[in-house]
């Protein structure tokens, strides 16, 4: 017989009691997280108790992001008499958990009574006809909540240096996503999100807003973007398609300022965006000013690697035709021919779908809060046609290409702004055995483009793009920064 139950001394747990020999482990295993549980019992009984909460890469103990888990029994025959009794779904704090057998189900804790189409509707209803005062504060939202960084979060960190007295929200999926030091975690779809989104004068954000948007007198919308693009955006997407059109241009009526990393960026998301009469800040990507003075020894010892090894770094980009990330590279297989460890970084929209990576050498970095961080501690960077190579570029680090749909990508799926083949700076390669071949030669004939490829995109990353940023946020009056 095996019993269950939610728990919530010293944080929420799940406690599984059993009869007979204490098995040697017991484990929670999602596909971006796991836990493991204490474990007691003398032979005739035994205890386990899993934390719904983890440490990652060094940081806190947060509870565990939104998703499903499977219970992994280790020893004692591997195997329980009985399944657990079903648990309804449970609030407990910082998160929602239901069990059912040996899987266990992990939400949001958004309120049960707004966790619904019905609530929701009621909160944007109240949210539309809001009256009151705006408050001095930033709505801070990074790739739809899914974690706390790129532009928004260096933003975030310099306007907390100079205005501390200016709250900062910041929109999560749920509580398992860090917000920076001082900052408000608001969940999304919970009556206190709705309400900063509605009142905080200025929102800072980095991808569309989707839910509804109604602005307010004196509210601005900053949005700083996610990358300077190599593949068609919006309005410039091949065929078309009247709905996406009206998507688009209502999308981009809801922002005030559009930040360009650089002149090439600024055209192109003007256009794409229908955003020709607006301002456009260029000020380089704040999110790069750790590329410029940062140091990635940290980022090596929160992952676990030496000083002395070689570490390169795969960041792909989505696709439109599949979920997860494309399968490319066998990392344990690059890892060993490269005598490197591989980390692997999925595009935000694959950080939900999908299982990190394993093997020898292999870090799944899927999950990792700061892409930032990720390409300070590599040596190299193996892309494709994701917009991380116009960053890495600030580094001055070898780059690599691995293209192997590069026809399909450009004739089906996206199309390109620019000939990548004729203005790569580092090797373009069709099959991981080149890609080895070419990890291992000379990359001084792209020196030429390189530096080219730097003076086109990234003359404004200097290092003080966040300061320029916050400096025309205050300037402005956009928050009080008295």
Known sequence: MTDARFTTDGGPALTLTGDGPRPTAVELVGPRARVSATLTGRGKTWRAVLPLRASRWGGPALPLPTGVYQVAVTGADDAPAADPSPLALTQLGTVRAQLDGWTLRIGPPVDPAYDSGEGQDALERRYAHRGARLENAVFFES?????????????????????????????????????????????????????????????????????????????????????????????????????RVAAVVRESRRWNVLLAQNPYAARILGKAYAFLSRPVWVEG?????????????????????????????????????RDEIVDFVDPAALAEAADAVVLVRGHSRTLLPGRDAEGPRVIDVTGFPDTSLLLLAADALITDYSSVMFDFSVTGKPMYFLVPDMEHYRGELRGFYFDLAAHAPGPVVRTQDDLVAALSSDTGEHAGRYAQWREKFNARDDGHAAERVVSRIIDQGLVDAD
Request: overall charge positive; proline content about 7%.
């Open 143 to 243: 790739f739809y909540g899914r974690n706390a960084s790129c532009n928004p979060l260096a933003i975030d960190r310099e306007l907390a240096r100079r205005a501390p007295g200016v709250t900062r929200y910041w929109s999560v999926v749920d509580l398992s996503v860090a917000v920076p030091e001082g900052a408000i975690p608001i969940v999304e779809g919970s009556p206190e999100w709705w309400r900063a989104r509605g009142s905080a004068r200025l929102l800072v954000v980095n991808d569309w807003l989707r839910r509804r948007y109604s602005r307010r007198a004196g509210q601005v919308v900053l949005q700083t973007w996610h990358g300077t693009p190599l593949k068609r955006l919006a309005l410039h997407r091949p065929g078309f398609d009247p709905r």
């Open 285 to 321: 990507y704040p999110r790069n000013d750790v590329l410029v003075d940062g140091d990635g020894a940290v980022t090596r010892a929160a992952l676990g690697i030496r000083d002395d090894e070689r570490v390169l770094l795969y960041a792909p980009t989505w696709r439109d035709d």
